[in-house]
């Protein structure tokens, strides 16, 4: 069993920055890629950004491209997510979820959510 905790949203303005931290136990012998989601009001769940197991590999929506980063990796047991230039469609409820590294990067497959942060940016 994995256990996510996600830390850090909070209000902000536009164009401001904020980082989001999630961390995760898990079994020793078991490892995953971690990944971001966010679900604003009103929408779907949707994919913000993925890292492997090792964080060297990452992933990112078209969306989030260029103005998130996400790092850290199962050896740090976080994982984050920068965001730069932040802008009012980025509010949302963020969530960390995990899945076994056996599946591939882009998988959308998890198995394992945090509970969420939210980040509401204004104006």
């Known amino acids: 069993q994995v256990q996510l905790a996600e830390s850090g949203g909070r209000l902000v303005q536009a164009g401001d920055s904020l980082r989001l931290t999630c961390t995760f136990s898990?079994?020793?012998?078991?490892?995953?890629?971690m990944g971001w989601f966010r679900q604003a009001p009103g929408k779907e769940r949707e994919f913000v950004a993925a890292i492997s197991w090792t964080g060297n590999v990452d992933h990112y929506a078209d969306s989030v491209k260029g103005r998130f980063t996400i790092s850290g990796g199962n050896a740090e047991k976080a994982v984050y997510l920068q965001m730069n230039g932040l802008q009012p469609e980025d509010t949302a409820v963020y969530y960390c979820?995990?899945?076994?590294?056996?599946?591939?990067?882009?998988?959308?497959?998890?198995?394992?959510w945090g509970q969420g942060t939210q980040v509401t940016v204004s104006l």
């Open positions: 979820a995990a899945k076994r590294s056996t599946k591939t990067l882009v998988s959308t497959e998890y198995d394992y």
């Open positions: 898990g079994r020793p012998s078991s490892t995953y890629h």
